[in-house]
C-alpha cells in the first residue's frame, strides 16, 4: 500500500470521485490555487465550471451548495478555517439540517461541508483556534473527523455518495500525517469507530489529532503498567457507541481525549451515552481530556496550557487507575 | 495632481509631510522585521503585513483625527501604528508577552488599545467594520461628534455583514467613514473575480451615500480625500465610502511563499506598483521642494528603525505571561460550574 500525506489523501478522494461522478463541484475561497494542497490542480484537470474560487461570502456560497444540492448536484464546499461555519450558521443548521424534515422528506441534500485547518495549528490566536466539531453534530448534523489517511480517502469518499449533508472536519494537526492507504476505490462506512491498539487496562475513545497523542500516551503508559485501548471515533454523529461500549466491557475504564471544548462537548456525549449504556461496566468515574471552555490564547505558553495532548492523556488515564469503585459486572453487562 | 491642485498640495506637503512620512517609515520597518522575527522562529504563528499599502493607514487616519474610533483588520499593524500606537506593546504582542497591549492573548490579529481609540484588529473578515458601526451609533447617542472609521480589505467587502452593516448605518444616519483598502487580491483572488463592480466605492449608493476611489499609493491624497469625506459626512449625516486602491508588495501572509506551489499574481506586477511606491514618493517630494535636507531624511530612517529595534528589545526581555492568565479575561463576572478537564 502506498504511504501518502493525509492532505494529499483528502485530495485523491476527491478527485476520484469528481472522476466518477460529474455531479460533483468543488468550490469555496482559495481553492483552485489551494492553500493546503488539498484541493490544489483540480481545476486543471475538471475545469473553472466545477471547481470555482468564491468572493468571501460564506452565507451565500453555502446557501448556494444547498439550492445546487437540492436540484441534483453534488457540491463540496470548502471552510478554510474554522471559524467559517459561525458565518454560515443560520444555512448550516437551520436551512440544510431542517429542510428535508420540514418538507416531509421531499428534499434531498447531497451536500459536503469541509472545514479545513481546523483546531489549534499553532499561534492563530482565538478566532482562528476552535476546533468546533461537536457544535453543528449538536444541531443534528452529520459529522465526521478522521485522523489517518486511510480515512481520510475513505471517509470523504462515504461523505461525497451521502444523500444528507456531511460535515468533514480536517484537523489542522492531521493534514502532515502520513499512512499507509489501499489502492483502487474503497469508501469508509460513516459511524464505525476502530480500535486502533488493543489493551486491557483503559478504553481511551479519541478523535482526530488526539488519536495520535493517544497512541504517544499510550506508550508512556505501558511503563507505568497501564495497557490503554484506543478507539478512534472516526465520527461524532453517526456516533458509534457499540464499538465504545464493547472496549469498556473489557476493561473497565473510560477516558475520552477530545480537542474541543468540554462544556456540553464531545466527550460529553461520550460519557453520558456509556454512564447511561454501561454503567454497570465500569470500575472508576469516566475521564474527560479537553480543552477548559476558553478562547485560545495566543501566547504560546498560554495556548500549551489549555491544550491537551499526550501528557495530559497519561495523567487523565492515571485516574481511573487510582479510583476505587465497586467493581461492575464487567464483561457480562455488554452483549 | 491637477494644476489648480498644486499649491494646496504644497501647503500639505509642507505641513505635514514629515510626519505623514515618519509613519509610514514606522509601519514598513515594524512589519519588515516582524517578518524576520517570524521567519526565523522567534516569534510563533502568522502575520499579515502591511507593506505597499502604509499611505492608506497613514493617511486616512491623520485625516480622521485623533479622536475617531477605529476598527482594524486582520491585516493591523498599519492602522495602529498609524494611530500612535506604541511599538513596544505591538511587539509585546506579536512575542505572546504579559506587556503586549492584550497581555499576549491576542496576537498579531487581535491588537486592540481602547485608549487610542483602536476598537481591535480582527481576524474574521468585515467583523470589525460591522462593529465600529455600533461604535459610532454609541457617539451618536451622546451627542458626541466622534467618528467612526471602518476598515476593510476587497475581499471583505463581499462579507454579507458589511452590507447590513452599511444599510444600518444610513438608514439611522451613523457617522461611519468606510474604508475600503482594494490591495487587488483577497489571498489568491483577484479582486475582480470577486467583486461585482469595478469600484468599491460604487456600492455606496445602493445605500443612499456617497462614494468616492482614490489613488491609495499617494498619502496626500488618502489624507485630502479623507478630509473632503468628513465633510461631506457632517452636511449629509450620512456614512461615507471611501476606497483606496493599493498593493501589498508580499504574500497574504509571511509563509505564504513556502506553501503556494503556483505564484497567483503576475511576476511583474509588483515592480509596477512598487513605482509608485508611498514613501519613495512623499520622501522625493519633500526632497524636491527642499523642504528637508537629505541628512534629515536619512536621521529620520535611522530614528525609526531604532525604534522598531528598541521594541524587539523591549519584547525579548519582558516576561510570558503566567499559565493561569489562560483562565482571566473570559467573562466580566465570575461564572461558577465550568468543567477545566485534564490536558
Ligand atoms: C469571514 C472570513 N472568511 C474567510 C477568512 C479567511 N481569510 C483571511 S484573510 C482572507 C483574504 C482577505 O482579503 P481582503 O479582505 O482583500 O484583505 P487583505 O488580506 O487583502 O488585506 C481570507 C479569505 C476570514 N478570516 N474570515
Ligand atoms: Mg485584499
Same mark, same amino acid.
Given at each position: 500500500?502506498?504511504?501518502?500525506?493525509?492532505?494529499?489523501?483528502?485530495?485523491?478522494?476527491?478527485?476520484?470521485?469528481?472522476?466518477?461522478?460529474?455531479?460533483?463541484?468543488?468550490?469555496?475561497?482559495?481553492?483552485?490555487?489551494?492553500?493546503?494542497?488539498?484541493?490544489?490542480?483540480?481545476?486543471?484537470?475538471?475545469?473553472?465550471?466545477?471547481?470555482?474560487?468564491?468572493?468571501?461570502?460564506?452565507?451565500?456560497?453555502?446557501?448556494?451548495?444547498?439550492?445546487?444540492?437540492?436540484?441534483?448536484?453534488?457540491?463540496?464546499?470548502?471552510?478554510?478555517?474554522?471559524?467559517?461555519?459561525?458565518?454560515?450558521?443560520?444555512?448550516?443548521?437551520?436551512?440544510?439540517?431542517?429542510?428535508?424534515?420540514?418538507?416531509?422528506?421531499?428534499?434531498?441534500?447531497? #451536500?459536503?461541508?469541509?472545514?479545513?485547518?481546523?483546531?489549534?495549528?499553532?499561534?492563530?490566536?482565538?478566532?482562528?483556534?476552535?476546533?468546533?466539531?461537536? #457544535?453543528?453534530?449538536? #444541531?443534528?448534523?452529520?459529522?465526521?473527523?478522521?485522523?489517518?489517511?486511510?480515512?481520510?480517502?475513505?471517509?470523504?469518499?462515504?461523505?461525497?455518495?451521502?444523500?444528507?449533508?456531511?460535515?468533514?472536519?480536517?484537523?489542522?494537526?492531521?493534514?502532515?500525517?502520513?499512512?499507509?492507504?489501499?489502492?483502487?476505490?474503497?469508501?469508509?462506512?460513516?459511524?464505525?469507530?476502530?480500535?486502533?491498539?488493543?489493551?486491557?487496562?483503559?478504553?481511551?475513545?479519541?478523535?482526530?489529532?488526539?488519536?495520535?497523542?493517544?497512541?504517544?500516551?499510550?506508550?508512556?503508559?505501558?511503563?507505568?503498567?497501564?495497557?490503554?485501548?484506543?478507539?478512534?471515533?472516526?465520527?461524532?454523529?453517526?456516533?458509534?457507541?457499540?464499538?465504545?461500549?464493547?472496549?469498556?466491557?473489557?476493561?473497565?475504564?473510560?477516558?475520552?481525549?477530545?480537542?474541543?471544548?468540554?462544556?456540553?462537548?464531545?466527550?460529553?456525549?461520550?460519557?453520558?451515552?456509556?454512564?447511561?449504556?454501561?454503567?454497570?461496566?465500569?470500575?472508576?468515574?469516566?475521564?474527560?481530556?479537553?480543552?477548559?471552555?476558553?478562547?485560545?490564547?495566543?501566547?504560546?505558553?498560554?495556548?500549551?496550557?489549555?491544550?491537551?495532548?499526550?501528557?495530559?492523556?497519561?495523567?487523565?488515564?492515571?485516574?481511573?487507575?487510582?479510583?476505587?469503585?465497586?467493581?461492575?459486572?464487567?464483561?457480562?453487562?455488554?452483549? | 495632481?491637477?494644476?489648480?491642485?498644486?499649491?494646496?498640495?504644497?501647503?500639505?506637503?509642507?505641513?505635514?509631510?514629515?510626519?505623514?512620512?515618519?509613519?509610514?517609515?514606522?509601519?514598513?520597518?515594524?512589519?519588515?522585521?516582524?517578518?524576520?522575527?517570524?521567519?526565523?522562529?522567534?516569534?510563533?504563528?502568522?502575520?499579515?503585513?502591511?507593506?505597499?499599502?502604509?499611505?492608506?493607514?497613514?493617511?486616512?487616519?491623520?485625516?480622521?483625527?485623533?479622536?475617531?474610533?477605529?476598527?482594524?483588520?486582520?491585516?493591523?499593524?498599519?492602522?495602529?501604528?498609524?494611530?500612535?500606537?506604541?511599538?513596544?506593546?505591538?511587539?509585546?504582542?506579536?512575542?505572546?508577552?504579559?506587556?503586549?497591549?492584550?497581555?499576549?492573548?491576542?496576537?498579531?490579529?487581535?491588537?486592540?488599545?481602547?485608549?487610542?481609540?483602536?476598537?481591535?484588529?480582527?481576524?474574521?473578515?468585515?467583523?470589525?467594520?460591522?462593529?465600529?458601526?455600533?461604535?459610532?451609533?454609541?457617539?451618536?447617542?451622546?451627542?458626541?461628534?466622534?467618528?467612526?472609521?471602518?476598515?476593510?480589505?476587497?475581499?471583505?467587502?463581499?462579507?454579507?455583514?458589511?452590507?447590513?452593516?452599511?444599510?444600518?448605518?444610513?438608514?439611522?444616519?451613523?457617522?461611519?467613514?468606510?474604508?475600503?483598502?482594494?490591495?487587488?487580491?483577497?489571498?489568491?483572488?483577484?479582486?475582480?473575480?470577486?467583486?461585482?463592480?469595478?469600484?468599491?466605492?460604487?456600492?455606496?449608493?445602493?445605500?443612499?451615500?456617497?462614494?468616492?476611489?482614490?489613488?491609495?499609493?499617494?498619502?496626500?491624497?488618502?489624507?485630502?480625500?479623507?478630509?473632503?469625506?468628513?465633510?461631506?459626512?457632517?452636511?449629509?449625516?450620512?456614512?461615507?465610502?471611501?476606497?483606496?486602491?493599493?498593493?501589498?508588495?508580499?504574500?497574504?501572509?509571511?509563509?505564504?511563499?513556502?506553501?503556494?506551489?503556483?505564484?497567483?499574481?503576475?511576476?511583474?506586477?509588483?515592480?509596477?506598483?512598487?513605482?509608485?511606491?508611498?514613501?519613495?514618493?512623499?520622501?522625493?517630494?519633500?526632497?524636491?521642494?527642499?523642504?528637508?535636507?537629505?541628512?534629515?531624511?536619512?536621521?529620520?530612517?535611522?530614528?525609526?528603525?531604532?525604534?522598531?529595534?528598541?521594541?524587539?528589545?523591549?519584547?525579548?526581555?519582558?516576561?510570558?505571561?503566567?499559565?493561569?492568565?489562560?483562565?482571566?479575561?473570559?467573562?466580566?463576572?465570575?461564572?461558577?460550574?465550568?468543567?477545566?478537564?485534564?490536558?
Amino acid at each position: 500500500m502506498p504511504r501518502i500525506r493525509f492532505a494529499q489523501a483528502l485530495h485523491d478522494a476527491l478527485a476520484e470521485e469528481m472522476r466518477r461522478d460529474a455531479s460533483v463541484i468543488v468550490l469555496g475561497e482559495d481553492v483552485r490555487c489551494g492553500l493546503m494542497g488539498i484541493t490544489t490542480g483540480l481545476v486543471d484537470e475538471f475545469g473553472p465550471e466545477r471547481v470555482l474560487d468564491t468572493p468571501i461570502s460564506e452565507a451565500g456560497f453555502t446557501a448556494l451548495a444547498i439550492g445546487a444540492a437540492i436540484r441534483g448536484l453534488r457540491p463540496v464546499v470548502e471552510y478554510q478555517i474554522s471559524a467559517l461555519p459561525y458565518v454560515a450558521m443560520d444555512q448550516l443548521v437551520n436551512q440544510a439540517a431542517k429542510l428535508r424534515y420540514m418538507t416531509g422528506g421531499q428534499i434531498r441534500i447531497p #451536500m459536503v461541508v469541509r472545514v479545513t485547518m481546523s483546531g489549534a495549528a499553532g499561534g492563530l490566536g482565538a478566532q482562528h483556534s476552535d476546533h468546533n466539531y461537536p #457544535m453543528l453534530a449538536h #444541531m443534528g448534523l452529520k459529522t465526521i473527523m478522521p485522523s489517518s489517511p486511510a480515512d481520510a480517502k475513505g471517509l470523504l469518499k462515504s461523505a461525497v455518495r451521502d444523500d444528507d449533508p456531511v460535515i468533514v472536519y480536517e484537523d489542522a494537526k492531521c493534514l502532515s500525517v502520513r499512512g499507509e492507504v489501499p489502492e483502487g476505490d474503497y469508501a469508509t462506512p460513516l459511524g464505525r469507530a476502530e480500535v486502533v491498539r488493543n489493551g486491557g487496562a483503559v478504553t481511551i475513545v479519541a478523535i482526530g489529532h488526539m488519536v495520535h497523542e493517544a497512541l504517544r500516551a499510550s506508550e508512556l503508559l505501558d511503563r507505568e503498567g497501564i495497557a490503554a485501548e484506543i478507539v478512534d471515533a472516526r465520527c461524532v454523529l453517526p456516533l458509534d457507541t457499540h464499538t465504545v461500549l464493547a472496549s469498556v466491557a473489557r476493561t473497565g475504564r473510560l477516558v475520552v481525549a477530545d480537542d474541543s471544548n468540554s462544556f456540553c462537548g464531545f466527550a460529553a456525549e461520550v460519557a453520558a451515552r456509556v454512564a447511561g449504556e454501561g454503567f454497570g461496566l465500569l470500575r472508576a468515574p469516566i475521564i474527560r481530556c479537553a480543552r477548559p471552555t476558553v478562547p485560545v490564547p495566543f501566547s504560546p505558553p498560554l495556548e500549551s496550557a489549555i491544550l491537551p495532548s499526550a501528557a495530559g492523556v497519561v495523567r487523565a488515564a492515571r485516574q481511573p487507575m487510582e479510583a476505587h469503585m465497586p467493581a461492575g459486572k464487567g464483561a457480562d453487562g455488554c452483549t | 495632481m491637477e494644476a489648480a491642485n498644486v499649491p494646496a498640495r504644497t501647503k500639505l506637503l509642507q505641513a505635514h509631510g514629515l510626519i505623514l512620512l515618519r509613519r509610514m517609515l514606522l509601519i514598513r520597518e515594524f512589519d519588515a522585521r516582524a517578518g524576520e522575527l517570524l521567519a526565523s522562529g522567534e516569534i510563533m504563528g502568522e502575520i499579515h503585513q502591511y507593506i505597499g499599502q502604509e499611505a492608506v493607514a497613514v493617511g486616512v487616519l491623520a485625516g480622521a483625527g485623533a479622536e475617531a474610533l477605529v476598527g482594524s483588520t486582520h491585516r493591523g499593524h498599519g492602522h495602529l501604528l498609524a494611530r500612535g500606537c506604541a511599538p513596544r506593546p505591538m511587539m509585546a504582542e506579536l512575542y505572546g508577552k504579559a506587556s503586549g497591549y492584550c497581555k499576549g492573548k491576542g496576537g498579531s490579529m487581535h491588537i486592540t488599545s481602547l485608549e487610542h481609540g483602536m476598537l481591535g484588529a480582527n481576524a474574521i473578515l468585515g467583523a470589525s467594520a460591522a462593529i465600529a458601526v455600533g461604535a459610532a451609533f454609541a457617539e451618536k447617542t451622546t451627542q458626541s461628534s466622534r467618528v467612526a472609521v471602518a476598515f476593510f480589505g476587497d475581499g471583505a467587502a463581499n462579507q454579507g455583514v458589511l452590507h447590513e452593516s452599511m444599510n444600518l448605518a444610513a438608514v439611522w444616519k451613523l457617522p461611519v467613514l468606510f474604508v475600503c483598502e482594494n490591495n487587488q487580491y483577497a489571498i489568491s483572488l483577484r479582486a475582480d473575480h470577486g467583486l461585482s463592480v469595478r469600484d468599491v466605492s460604487s456600492r455606496a449608493a445602493a445605500y443612499g451615500f456617497d462614494g468616492r476611489s482614490v489613488d491609495g499609493m499617494d498619502v496626500l491624497t488618502v489624507y485630502e480625500a479623507t478630509c473632503e469625506a468628513l465633510r461631506r459626512m457632517r452636511t449629509s449625516s450620512l456614512p461615507f465610502l471611501l476606497e483606496a486602491k493599493t498593493y501589498r508588495y508580499h504574500g497574504h501572509f509571511s509563509a505564504e511563499a513556502a506553501i503556494l506551489k503556483h505564484p497567483y499574481r503576475p511576476e511583474d506586477e509588483e515592480s509596477v506598483w512598487q513605482r509608485r511606491d508611498p514613501i519613495a514618493r512623499l520622501r522625493g517630494e519633500l526632497l524636491a521642494h527642499g523642504f528637508v535636507p537629505q541628512e534629515e531624511l536619512d536621521a529620520l530612517h535611522g530614528d525609526v528603525r531604532a525604534e522598531v529595534e528598541d521594541a524587539v528589545v523591549f519584547a525579548r526581555q519582558s516576561p510570558p505571561p503566567s499559565a493561569d492568565e489562560a483562565f482571566t479575561d473570559v467573562y466580566a463576572t465570575e461564572v461558577a460550574g465550568l468543567p477545566d478537564g485534564v490536558r
